[in-house]
Nanobody, 128 residues
Framework: QVLLEESGGGLVQSGGSLGVSCKVSGGTFGKYVMAWFRQVPGKEREFVAAISWAGGIRKYHDSVEGRFTISRANAKNTAYLQMRDLKGEDTAVYYC?????????????????????WGQGTQVTVTV
């Protein structure tokens, strides 16, 4: 059984910084593409960022490019999302996700349907 557990969400002022983490248990972390999505009430879940097995490929949504950094520590089975210059529109529940089926040559996964495992989410609230 593969479990993903997010932590580190909270309240931060506009312009501030915050980091969230995703600890994975079960499975083989080093073989997963890891990603972060976010969702606000009434809207669909939105792709934020994704990182390949060894971190050589990183993809970001245009709205967070240059402000957010996705990373991973395979020895710790943990993925991270560091967020800076936060804005009110970044307020959302942030979910981490794992894709176990990506292979080189295929389109890099960024769609919700690409991912096999999900965490329960952590709330990030940016006060304006």
């Amino acid at each position: 059984q593969v479990l993903l557990e997010e932590s580190g969400g909270g309240l931060v002022q506009s312009g501030g910084s915050l980091g969230v983490s995703c600890k994975v248990s079960g499975g083989t972390f080093g073989k997963y593409v890891m990603a972060w999505f976010r969702q606000v009430p009434g809207k669909e879940r939105e792709f934020v960022a994704a990182i390949s097995w060894a971190g050589g490929i990183r993809k970001y949504h245009d709205s967070v490019e240059g402000r957010f950094t996705i990373s991973r520590a395979n020895a710790k089975n943990t993925a991270y999302l560091q967020m800076r210059d936060l804005k009110g529109e970044d307020t959302a529940v942030y979910y981490c996700a794992a894709d176990q089926n990506f292979h080189p040559g295929a389109p890099f996964p960024t769609r919700e349907s690409d991912f096999d495992y999900w965490g329960q989410g952590t709330q990030v609230t940016v006060t304006v």
